[in-house]
């Protein structure tokens, strides 16, 4: 069957659909490592406290692990 028939305009559709879901999927992804980078180097303590000394601790010790300095 040769790419130039009739029944072959929904492929460009889909393509476009997947490549839009992938950048989506992608974004969203860059996104919450970057806020996740932000409270391991950043934060320092002041969103992570509300939740308890478990998290804050979890976070103290990704400073430590990516070399960042805390104290």
Known sequence: ???HTAG???APAADATR???DW???AFA???ALLALWAVFF???QAVAATGEYLHEFSH???HL???PCH
């Open 43 to 45: 934060d320092n303590g």
């Open 24 to 26: 989506t999927i992608a």
């Open 8 to 10: 072959t305009t929904a």
């Open 66 to 68: 990516f070399g960042a």
């Open 1 to 3: 069957m040769s790419p």
């Open 30 to 32: 860059a996104v919450i």
């Open 19 to 21: 490549r839009t879901r």
């Open 61 to 63: 010790d990704g400073r």
